[in-house]
């Protein structure tokens, strides 16, 4: 309410807005709130589905009708396609490990590269750069992975997003901006490489790692794409947690019988989707200031 | 005449005063015993080997991320020559490691014949279809965002809305897919409850298992997810102009539509183009997480809908067809370089900007 008084309050010494630029205004205002409306509120109806009583689902606009726990009971008690937890927690597994490894590794090949005197610099970019224009495609990837034997587990899915050749550019073009001075003093006081690096070249650009380490984090939890090609609907102990929903959701909307479960079918759907985003929206408020740090060092390159 | 004559003089006293200049710093030099191969530029190699040893204690940083992409990024290009093979020895023995590519089957041109079928153009009218109405409805409606979000005058506000229209971009697709499949279910999702009261649809007649609505669906639920964050770059593009221009502008008398139309639009066209390129070079692509649920989720699959990344998928996992698979691989990966390298053309031709 505040803003909108702000915003109409006229300022003497201003120059007078025309009509056409008021209207603009409620016109800029009304579709902003539209937007964030279409957005929010679907997904305010169907989670607030998880928390109630199958039988009243139809009058449920915002908030529950009647609340029961029914559906989360569903979820936890586990079924023919594996438990919600065992999925839940290879999906912790396996984001933990793409976000420090992929992230620690990429920022420690762009250390070297960032310096302008390291041997055959071009050589070794160009090296990197090529995976990121040409790519064998699927079929080989899988093949690959069959003859890995690691076809149906979990470190599959590890192993492929740890090679991440756009977060090294990123951190190489964060780490050439970084102030000599402070390596050269610290070089004086007897630092190694080693110490250099991660006393001071990693503490100097976290806001870049930590943005990048979120979208890291984001995109292993949310992904299934390489579960799809390396996990079978059957292997069900290595499920990471995306997968199991997009099987959930496969097998709950294309049944036809009618089991008790299949009559709160949405609710069961709420419920997982609700658990599976508890983490990110934990981490979501925190982010959003690494995200607008490390964004503005994307966008304006020099 | 005489002017030339003056000036070829004082040339030649300049050069011979310089040469002399010379000679006596090479005779200063060698009275000091200064070596003068510091002097000169080092050989390539001999520079190399000297940097080498000036970082040898950190280039083995690199060696990690170099492994990662040898064996996950160049190993699979050896997968590139089953494209070479003919694909009944592979039918027949189905799921096979990477190493057989030499050892089995023979060595054909047919597959690059036989992937043109009539499945191949559907699917690839569909993609293109899908990518051409998105990038011609998703790309602007991010840009329309991001300048309605500049023009807010509260940041408080601004941010609230940057907040909440960000979110859907960090939802799996799996959410996503079964929140809008939630609520246009046929008994009970709210959408289909009020598109029955307005008596645009009928119950139990849920509109995400119908066969002609599959396209508009990934088109609409890839505007929905990913509208929000796409105008995040542009936002900070504007946020990043002269404040001063758009005051000057002001006293010139100019309106709110003048403003946006000629100065802040003009003004992001670097990352517009930037943009652009990226969407034009995956044009291929409408990523197999969207696509494949929203396939699966039809109630009479009909082969009229795929397209390229479910048919690839197809291809590869569920009737395994490797040679096949491989060439449409390499198909895709040429394609989507030669899109990247004309899309950089064009965009540098008429928007002065590019990738490189």
């Known amino acids: 309410m505040k803003n909108i008084k702000e915003i109409f309050k006229r300022n003497p010494n201003k120059i007078k807005e025309s009509k056409l630029d008021t209207a603009l205004v409620i016109i800029n205002i009304v579709l902003l709130v539209l937007f964030m409306i279409v957005i929010a509120l679907p997904l305010l109806n169907f989670f607030s589905l998880a928390f109630n009583n199958y039988n009243f689902n139809k009058n449920v606009i915002i908030f529950p009708k009647k609340i029961s726990w029914y559906a989360f009971s569903v979820i936890f008690k586990g079924s023919e396609m594996g438990y919600f937890w065992t999925a839940f927690g290879n999906s912790v597994l396996l984001t933990l490990t793409v976000t420090i490894g992929s992230n620690l590794v990429e920022a420690m090949a762009a250390y070297p590269l960032s310096k302008r005197d390291c041997p055959i610099r071009g050589g070794i970019m160009m090296y990197f750069i090529i995976t990121m224009l040409f790519s064998a495609g699927t079929a080989p990837i899988y093949m690959l992975m069959l003859q890995l034997n690691l076809t149906d587990n979990i470190w599959s899915c590890v192993l492929i997003s740890i090679s991440n050749v756009g977060n090294l550019l990123y951190f190489k073009v964060f780490f050439e901006g970084l102030p000599k001075d402070i390596e050269d003093s610290a070089r004086l006081d007897g630092a190694t490489e080693i110490q250099m690096f991660f006393r001071i070249v990693i503490p100097m650009s976290l806001p870049v790692i930590g943005s990048c380490c979120f979208f890291s984090m984001v995109g292993a939890w949310n992904g299934y794409g390489s579960a799809l090609l390396f996990i079978s609907p059957k292997a069900t102990n290595a499920f990471p947690l995306a997968y199991y929903l997009y099987l959930l959701n496969e097998r709950l909307s294309t049944t036809k019988s009618d089991d008790a479960i299949l009559m709160g079918r949405m609710n069961i759907q709420a419920a997982a989707m609700l658990v599976s985003i508890i983490p990110i929206i934990c981490c979501y408020p925190y982010v959003i200031r690494y995200i607008k740090g490390g964004l503005m060092i994307g966008s304006v390159k020099e | ?356």
Request: proline residues 3%; hydrophobic residues 50%.
């Open chain 2, 1 to 356: 005449m005489e002017n030339d004559v003056m000036q070829q003089e004082t040339t030649d006293a300049l050069e011979t005063s310089a040469l002399s200049g010379l000679d006596e710093i090479e005779k200063a030099e060698s009275v000091l015993g200064v070596d003068r191969s510091l002097f000169e530029e080092p050989k390539f190699w001999s520079l190399q080997k000297k940097r080498f040893i000036k970082y040898r204690k950190v280039l083995w940083f690199i060696i990690p991320a170099a492994l990662f992409t040898f064996i996950f990024s160049y190993i699979p290009m050896l997968g590139v020559l089953f494209a070479f093979k003919d694909s009944g020895h592979f039918k027949l023995f189905g799921r096979i490691g990477l190493w057989n590519v030499m050892a089995d089957g023979y060595w054909t041109l047919e597959n690059f014949g036989n992937i043109f079928n009539d499945k191949f153009f559907k699917a690839v009218g569909n993609t293109l279809l899908i990518n051409i109405i998105k990038l011609v409805i998703c790309f602007p409606l991010s840009i329309f965002i991001a300048v309605q979000l500049s023009e807010l005058k509260s940041q408080t506000m601004a941010k609230v809305v940057l907040i909440v229209i960000c979110i859907p971009n960090f939802l799996s697709w799996a959410v996503v897919i079964a929140t809008w499949s939630g609520l246009l279910d046929g008994d009970g999702g709210a959408l289909n409850n009020l598109l029955v009261t307005l008596k645009l649809n009928e119950p139990n007649h849920p509109l995400m298992q119908q066969q002609g609505l599959y396209k508009f669906f990934v088109i609409f639920l890839s505007a929905w997810k990913g509208s929000g964050w796409g105008c995040i770059m542009f936002y900070a593009g504007i946020i990043a102009i002269d404040k001063s221009f758009y005051e000057s502008a002001t006293l010139e008398g100019a309106n709110r539509i003048h403003k946006m139309w000629y100065l802040t639009i003009p003004m992001i066209i670097p990352t517009i183009a930037l943009m652009l390129v990226l969407n034009i070079s995956g044009m291929l692509a409408t990523g197999l997480e969207v696509v494949l649920p929203l396939f699966n989720m039809l109630t009479d699959i009909e082969e009229s809908q795929l397209t390229l990344d479910v048919y690839l998928y197809d291809i590869t996992i569920m009737q395994p067809d490797i040679p096949m698979a491989a060439t449409l691989g390499v198909f895709n990966g040429l394609v989507g370089l030669t899109l990247m390298i004309v899309g950089n053309f064009i965009t540098t031709k008429t928007l002065k900007r590019g990738l490189w």
